[in-house]
């Protein structure tokens, strides 16, 4: 199954600032994925990334707060503009995965955002 | 509204014994159903997945149920090991086409493995 690595691992940043997170797979994959995880809460997927194009983004998250980069098929940045208290979460990048009876999706470690 | 629901925030299973987590949607668009495990401080692993033209999908010590009527899939872990603790999450989506689909997450269900 696909590696991928993604850093930082965790952050404290100010209000008001913005953080890069960066997700490299070892292999070269068409979509790649940005999912948040509030406290408490599911997963919920901010945007999907496509190499070549901009990427598509769901209800409720908009490019100037989250813009991502997809410069290549193996890598992909999300930036968390102008950060609150309430964008504190793990943030998670993911690529599709094919077993031989089963397909899904892997994940990187996550970023946990803390921001004061 | 949430789509996918984990109502059992939490289980506690004794080693060796079955443990069974369930899963319910509202959504009748969804037709491929994953659950995935997270440890604290990483990411999602995948565990097993069904699609909606079956009904039981096998994958070691992993079976996973579908019951698309009542809209209830459920994952039993068979027998229980204490590396298992764990948190559960359940996931949908609907596949018009095949990959590039939006998961929808359950809410979770944390699994604790007694020795």
């Known amino acids: 199954s696909a590696v991928i690595s993604q850093k930082p691992s965790r952050d404290i940043c100010q209000r008001g600032t913005s953080l890069t997170i960066q997700c490299q797979v070892d292999?070269?994959?068409?979509?790649m994925f940005w999912y948040r995880q509030q406290p408490g809460q599911s997963l919920t997927l901010i945007a999907t990334a496509n190499q070549g194009s901009e990427a598509t983004y769901e209800s409720g998250f908009v490019i100037d707060k989250f813009p991502i980069s997809r410069p290549n098929l193996t890598f992909s940045t999300l930036t968390v503009s102008n950060m609150s208290p309430e964008d504190s979460s793990i943030y998670l990048c993911?690529?599709?995965?094919?077993?031989?009876?089963?397909?899904?999706?892997?994940f990187g470690s996550g970023t946990r955002l803390t921001v004061v | 509204d949430q789509q996918v629901k984990q109502n059992s925030p939490s289980l506690s299973v004794q080693e060796g014994r079955i443990s069974i987590l369930n899963c319910d949607y509202t959504?009748?668009?969804?037709?491929?159903f994953l659950w995935y495990k997270k440890y604290p401080a990483e990411g999602p692993t995948f565990l097993i997945s069904i699609s909606s033209i079956k009904d039981k999908n096998e994958d070691g010590r992993f079976t996973v149920f579908l019951n698309k009527s009542a809209k209830h899939l459920s994952l039993h872990i068979v027998p229980s090991q204490p590396g298992d603790s764990a948190v559960y999450f359940c996931?949908?989506?609907?596949?018009?086409?095949?990959?590039?689909?939006?998961?929808?997450f359950g809410t979770g269900t944390r699994l604790t493995i007694i020795p």
């Open positions: 993911s690529v599709e995965e094919y077993r031989s009876t089963n397909y899904g999706y892997t």
């Open positions: 292999s070269q994959v068409t979509m």
């Open positions: 959504n009748s668009m969804f037709d491929y």
């Open positions: 996931a949908a989506s609907a596949r018009p086409n095949f990959g590039n689909e939006k998961l929808t």
